[in-house]
Each structure stands twice: as C-alpha cells, then as structure tokens.
T-cell receptor
Framework: GAVVSQHPSRVICKSGTSVKIECRSLDFQATTMFWYRQFPKQSLMLMATSNEGSKATYEQGVEKDKFLINHASLTLSTLTVTSAHPEDSSFYIC??????????????FGPGTRLLVL | GQNIDQPTEMTATEGAIVQINCTYQTSGFNGLFWYQQHAGEAPTFLSYNVLDGLEEKGRFSSFLSRSKGYSYLLLKELQMKDSASYLCAAGGGNKLTFGTGTQLKVEL
C-alpha cells in the first residue's frame, strides 16, 4: 500500500493562531490527496480534495478561507487552519489513493495530526 | 445522498467469530471498504469489495451484496489486539463516505 506521512503529529496552540499541517506521499506521486477531520467518537468527515497544481475542492459546509489547502507538488499537500478556535480542535487526517491489490484502488491514510486549540 | 449504517458497539470473546454489518446508500457506488482504527491512530485498510460475494484475507473476510446495499466484515479467531473501531466506507465517484464505526471489544 501507499505510504503517507503527516507532520506534526500533535500540536497545541492558542486561539487565534494559524496552524499548518503537512501531508507527504512517500512512495509515489499523488495528484490527488484528501483531507479528513474526525471528532471524538465520530466518523471521518471529508473536508476537501486537494488537487496538485489547482484549487482544492471543498465539501459543503467547510470554509475554504479558514482551511487553506495547498498542493504545490506531487508529494506534498498542506492544510492551514487559520485563526484557529477551540471548536477546531480535532484529529486531522490526510489520505492518498493507492492500489489495494491488482487494479483495485483504495485510500491510504497518514498517521493523523491531533490539534488542540486552547 | 450518502448514508452508511453500522452498529455502534459490539463485544466478543477471544477466539470467537464476530460479524460486523453495514448497510449503505450511495450514488455512483464503486466499492465498499473496511478499515480498522485503533484509538488515537489513523485508519488502516482492511478490505475492498466491488463485486457481490465473499473476499477472504487471512482471519478477515468481507462480503458484499450490491442489490441489498449490504456488507459485513467477518473476523475469525479473535485476538485481544482486534479490539478497535471498524469503519465501513462506501466509494462514490472519487470519494469515500464513512460510517461512524463499530467499536469492537474483545474480552477474555
């Protein structure tokens, strides 16, 4: 499967600051990456689809000016939470497509970033 | 719209077999995925079904019925380390829609 890394794994910040999360594809070039958010005991919710060299596609209800996504290269996508507030505290996970055996395709997830906004 | 239903919690005994069910409604369906997620960690891919029938992979098997919008994950010879949340996800277009996960607790 695909190998995805995320940095940082954990971040604590003050309300009003901005936080950047990096997602790297380590074993192949990813034209598309996905950003999810997961609140405690809830499911993963897709926030946006990050497209290399073009604008991200945001899901309904996700503020694109608050969650800035940049996919400047085939191996790196970044999510910046601008002016973070306590309600933004969550587990942020990126993923990329990969092969699951044969020609089957699935998504492989990075280790996630736990954000706590005080 | 997209809708995924699976039980919230299940408990089973070490060495036993457990079946986790999932029903789904999704447009542009292109596959049913199962992921395992331990607390505080990201999901790891377990299985993928796009055709009807049973796919077996070691102690884990996954079944799909497209006409019924139904899938299950079967775990055999349960081990304590299998205690985790199991997420059912339906693929539609280029997206995955996740259920809320089934928290499985394996007891001695």
């Amino acid at each position: 499967g695909a190998v995805v890394s995320q940095h940082p794994s954990r971040v604590i910040c003050k309300s009003g600051t901005s936080v950047k999360i990096e997602c790297r594809s380590l074993d192949f070039q990813a034209t598309t990456m996905f950003w999810y958010r997961q609140f405690p005991k809830q499911s993963l919710m897709l926030m946006a689809t990050s497209n290399e060299g073009s604008k991200a596609t945001y899901e309904q209800g996700v503020e694109k000016d608050k969650f800035l996504i940049n996919h400047a290269s085939l191996t790196l996508s970044t999510l910046t939470v601008t002016s973070a507030h306590p309600e933004d505290s969550s587990f942020y996970i990126c993923s990329q497509r990969g092969l699951a055996g044969g020609l089957r395709e699935t998504q492989y997830f990075g280790p996630g970033t736990r954000l706590l906004v005080l | 719209g997209q809708n995924i239903d699976q039980p919230t919690e299940m408990t089973a005994t070490e060495g036993a077999i457990v079946q986790i069910n999932c029903t789904y409604q999704t447009s542009g369906f292109n596959g049913l995925f199962w992921y395992q997620q331990h607390a505080g960690e990201a999901p790891t891919f377990l299985s993928y079904n796009v055709l009807d029938g049973l796919e077996e992979k070691g102690r884990f098997s996954s079944f799909l019925s497209r006409s019924k919008g139904y899938s299950y994950l079967l775990l055999k010879e349960l081990q304590m380390k299998d205690s985790a949340s199991y997420l059912c996800a339906a693929g539609g277009g280029n997206k995955l829609t996740f259920g809320t996960g089934t928290q499985l607790k394996v007891e001695l």
